[in-house]
């Protein structure tokens, strides 16, 4: 059936139709340790977010809320439960698909927990000298390094001090001598990444940073935190920019040691996190002050 009559209005402007695309999705992480690894810089990220309280020289973490701290504890909890359990059905496949010669090693929680902060370093948030002197105005690089040291030890003291609010309801199950709870090696994980953050902004802000780029000084400065120097300083060689085989095992010993450090307050339910919240905070200090004096002795040294 045809129409009999002209069309003699104006044409409607309509627009040709769009093609409908997908909306854009975050890529997701190809592997439970590398989700747990995402789950530890945002962590990180979320309790340096906020500045310090009052903004006084020595200023107080962003630790302070307590809350932040037990969400991205309780967030990397979950992670890192997620990645222990991807890690123990990959081994179990690898075993039964090859005979028992070639079945995959053990592993220790300090070699699993280190291969998680391998791959946490290169995401953490390590501000540079200008970042940092913009955060700190008005005070000159040595008082912006004690202000870093005395801000990070005491979040370090309240990540320890938050885990005891956890119940340690799941453990490592390694064929190894150490069974240990998994918000132990979350704290365990989560300490060690802010400090790396620190000891990160602390060659940053001397002057002294690692080369390359993010990757590769993410790498030095995990170096550095496993050795306990500066990347490079009195008595070292080179400029340590890879985490070598020799640095993996480094790297396993000082994740392991920190872990069995926690076991006198871990059980049976963490009781005593306070303790080994000021625990955590000496070290944190401590270890500042030595990769500063590391710092300071080469930079004389040099100039």
């Given amino acids: 059936m045809t129409d ?51 903004s006084p020289p020595a200023g107080s973490p962003p630790g302070d ?3 932040s701290i037990s969400a991205g504890l309780k967030d990397v909890l979950g992670a890192l439960a997620g990645a222990v359990a991807g890690d123990r059905a990959a081994r179990r496949e690898r075993r039964d698909a090859g005979t028992a010669a070639g ?27 200008a970042r940092l002197r913009q955060a700190y105005p008005g005070l000159d690089d040595d008082e912006i390094a004690q202000a870093l040291i005395a801000r990070y030890g005491r979040l370090t003291a309240a990540v320890g001090a938050a885990t005891g609010g956890l119940a340690a309801v799941q453990w490592f199950a390694t064929p190894s001598l150490l069974a240990l709870p998994l918000e132990l090696g979350a704290e365990t994980v989560l300490v060690a990444a802010v400090e790396i953050v620190l000891l990160g902004e602390l060659h940053e802000l001397t002057g002294r940073p690692a080369p390359g780029d993010a990757r590769a000084r993410a790498a030095a400065y995990l170096t550095s935190w496993s050795e306990q120097h500066a990347v490079e300083g009195p008595g070292r060689g080179g400029l340590v920019t890879a985490v070598t085989s020799v640095g993996i095992r480094s790297l396993s010993r000082r994740m392991g040691r920190r872990l069995t450090r926690g076991l006198p307050v871990a059980a049976p339910f963490l009781v005593g996190a306070a303790l080994a919240g000021r625990s955590n905070r000496r070290a944190t200090e401590n270890l500042g002050q030595r990769v500063l004096g590391d710092l300071r002795i080469h930079r004389g040294g040099r100039g």
């Fill in 4 to 54: 009999a009559y002209d069309r003699t209005g104006a044409a409607r402007d309509v627009p040709p139709p769009r093609p409908v695309t997908a909306p854009a999705v975050e890529p997701e992480e190809a592997t439970p340790l590398a989700r747990a690894a995402r789950a530890v810089a945002d962590a990180v990220g979320g309790l340096l977010a906020a500045p310090p309280a009052g």
């Fill in 65 to 67: 809320d307590a809350g």
């Fill in 103 to 129: 079945a995959p090693p053990s592993r220790s929680p300090g070699a699993f927990l280190g291969d998680l902060l391998s791959a946490a370093a290169p995401r953490l948030p390590i501000r540079d000298r």
